[in-house]
């Protein structure tokens, strides 16, 4: 029998820059809701990737001496070597520069056009090339880009629209008869508040640089980098040449995404995949910020934390527990390396890493590290509790999933370790030399999980 289906993806990410924690955050979220399916018995597809066109990145290949192509190979070497060293567990790394994309590109292209929804036309207003995005002059802040603080340039050239206009009714009624297309509920309003004053036509071409995918059918325009990257989505799914897959994986369950592109993915991509006749996904989840104690991190004030240094230097386990344990999705969250430390320690080390510590070397000494079968009716009141402890974890775990807040998903499999830790105390099991155990540590930490699964035998039923 076929499994269920479950796609999930990422934000691409844009080649400009390092692996920063932000990137990390989002895409061990993602791993761990992957995980979190594939224990139910999902079909999963998990996608990330690279988004590798626009002037920024022709500039900053330039300034190196590289062609585009050799800079953004280099790049996105980078980032799936970050992805390898923290365990995440993607089915697809997708580059927008891969010939399957451009393809993908171009079929929708021709699906937007033959609705009517390209035209030719005038674009004079501001543009940042930090963020790749146009602005009109009333949402400048002091000159300069609302979103990186950056200056704009004023531009002027004959560029291709896209109707986004002709959208704004039938998005509006989408968020209203889908209420949770946006997670958490609370970001619905401030997209529902764009649709209310109304959208503009999208200017989606660029003539005045060539890096990019041809603008199909119209040489001397480069498609617009961020209508170029949406529709990585259902490259990755299969589109336009694999109909099998695509119709197993789309439309997706959830994309994850930061706050500040959540206008591209709940207005701008859904408005695309309207016009060529496509569905829309199910759900856009629109997580926080990662901070520092001192705010946002930024190079110039010395607060970055790199996620490769700290898992190299720490373990992919103690970032990845701290990432979600400390930051309720949704919302903006501090993480620090002297957070990081103490999680480790009072956790990871101290809770966890004791427990498994005390039961191991009891099971290497009295079994030969082999834990055998619990003898029928040899449970006890104790026994008990910790079964009952188990199941509650289980489902508190479960629930946790279900509603994106892996904090409480970790607290409640915590539950299960500090009852374990007690039991061990209490019924002193190496004096008896049997015992049975579970663990609920497999979506978050998987390296450990699997040393402790190994040592000791079990197995995490998740929900039952």
């Known amino acids: 029998m076929s499994r269920d289906a479950f796609y999930i993806t990422t934000a691409i990410d844009y080649v400009n820059a390092e692996p920063h924690m932000g990137h990390a955050y989002e895409k061990v979220g993602a791993d761990a809701m992957a995980r979190y399916q594939r224990l139910r018995g999902k079909d999963v597809r998990f996608t990330i990737g690279t988004d590798e066109h626009g002037q920024k990145v022709a500039e900053s290949a330039a300034a190196l001496g590289l062609e585009p192509q050799q800079h953004v190979d280099r790049i996105a070497g980078r980032f799936q070597e970050a992805w390898k060293q923290l365990e995440i567990s993607h089915d697809d790394f997708i580059r927008t520069t891969q010939p399957r994309h451009h393809k993908s ?54 560029n291709w629209f896209f109707k986004l206009s002709k959208y704004t009714e039938p998005l509006k009624r989408h968020f209203q008869s889908n209420p949770e297309f946006i997670l958490p509920v609370a970001r619905r309003q401030e997209m529902m508040n764009i649709l209310e004053e109304g959208l ?98 930024s190079k110039s004030l010395g607060n970055v934390i790199a996620p490769g240094e700290m898992a190299g230097k720490y373990g992919a386990d103690a970032l990845r527990y701290t990432l979600l344990r400390e930051i309720a999705w949704g919302q903006d969250g501090v993480v620090s390396e002297e957070i990081l430390v103490n999680r480790y320690n009072r956790d990871l080390a101290n809770d966890l890493g004791n427990l498994l510590h005390r039961i191991g070397t009891q099971i290497q000494k009295h079994f030969g590290g082999v834990v055998p079968p619990v003898a029928e009716g040899s449970s006890g009141p104790l026994e008990s509790e910790l079964q009952q402890a188990s199941c509650e974890a289980s489902r508190a775990a479960a629930a946790g999933y279900e509603a994106f807040a892996f904090h409480q998903a970790l607290e409640g499999a915590w539950g299960l370790v500090r009852a ?31 040393q402790a699964r190994a040592r000791l035998g079990t197995v995490l039923s998740v929900g039952s």
């Open 105 to 158: 590109v171009a079929e929708l292209f021709t699906r937007v056009q033959s609705a009517g929804d390209l035209y030719l036309g005038d674009y004079v207003g501001w543009y940042c090339k930090f963020e790749e995005t146009f602005w009109p002059e009333t949402k400048l802040e002091q000159g300069n880009c609302p979103t990186c603080n950056r200056p704009v340039q004023k531009i002027t050239e004959r």
């Open 200 to 297: 503009e036509d999208l200017s989606i071409s660029r003539s005045t640089f060539q890096w990019g995918i041809p603008f199909p059918g119209h040489p001397g325009h480069v498609v617009y980098v961020w209508f170029d990257a949406l529709i990585n989505y259902i490259t990755s799914a299969g589109f336009p040449d694999d109909a099998p897959s695509l119709a197993r994986y789309w439309p997706a369950d959830y994309h994850v995404i930061g706050k500040d592109i959540a206008k591209f993915h709940t207005i701008i991509w859904p408005a695309m995949l309207l016009s060529a006749g496509l569905p829309l996904p199910a759900h856009v989840f629109i997580h926080g910020f990662v901070l520092t104690p001192t705010g946002k991190m």
């Open 420 to 450: 374990a830790n007690q039991y061990v105390d209490r019924a002193e099991p190496w004096k008896w030399a049997a015992g049975k155990w579970g663990d609920g540590l497999r979506l978050e930490t998987p390296p450990a999980a699997e």
